[in-house]
């Protein structure tokens, strides 16, 4: 099973620029970028979690926010920990398992025994790209606001 997945976005190319090496600005600048930074991941974070599909409250329940500090600056991630979340973020097409072993399929019920599991197509049901896609216009106006604010 997949340990993580990375859901991507499209944010403009000078947003990417500015947010990929925060370094290079003054410190007052790098404050207002990590100030941005810390809100929007927060607020990625909160949609995804009210946007997953709440059947027992694991998987919303195993969704993370995290910050690291790089060379490049602080970086903030919003993870779901659960090892089926790729599967209800993208879904699954259908398929046939067909057993090595005889006894692979094996029902409980003595002498009979499957031929066959077929595994029905499950349907995606997105949590993570909608909750980034509705914080995207606001966190490309205050990144910019965040870089020209002395100019």
Same mark, same amino acid.
């Given at each position: ?14 947003v990417k620029k ?23 991941t927060g607020r990625?974070?909160? !949609? @995804?979690?009210?946007? #997953?599909?709440?059947? =027992?409250? +694991?998987? *919303?329940?195993?969704?993370?926010? $995290? ?23 993208? !879904? @699954?097409?259908?398929? #046939?398992?067909?057993? =090595?072993? +005889?006894? *692979?399929?094996?029902?409980?019920? $003595? ?41």
């Amino acid at each position: 099973m997949a340990k993580s997945f990375w859901v991507s976005t499209n944010i403009t190319a000078e947003v990417k620029k500015a947010l990929g090496d925060i370094t290079k600005y003054d410190a007052a600048t790098r404050q207002r970028l990590d100030g941005v930074i810390r809100d929007m991941t927060g607020r990625v974070f909160e !949609g @995804a979690v009210s946007r #997953v599909p709440k059947k =027992t409250g +694991k998987l *919303a329940g195993s969704i993370k926010q $995290e910050f690291r500090t790089t060379p490049h600056g602080l970086q903030g991630y919003v993870k779901a920990m659960d090892h089926i979340a790729h599967i209800i973020e993208f !879904g @699954a097409a259908g398929s #046939v398992v067909i057993p =090595t072993r +005889k006894k *692979a399929l094996h029902p409980g019920a $003595e002498g009979w025994f499957a031929a066959h599991a077929i595994i029905p197509q499950r349907a995606a049901h997105p949590f993570m790209k909608p909750a980034m896609d509705a914080v995207r216009p606001e966190l490309e106006r205050a990144v910019k606001e965040a870089v020209g604010h002395d100019k």
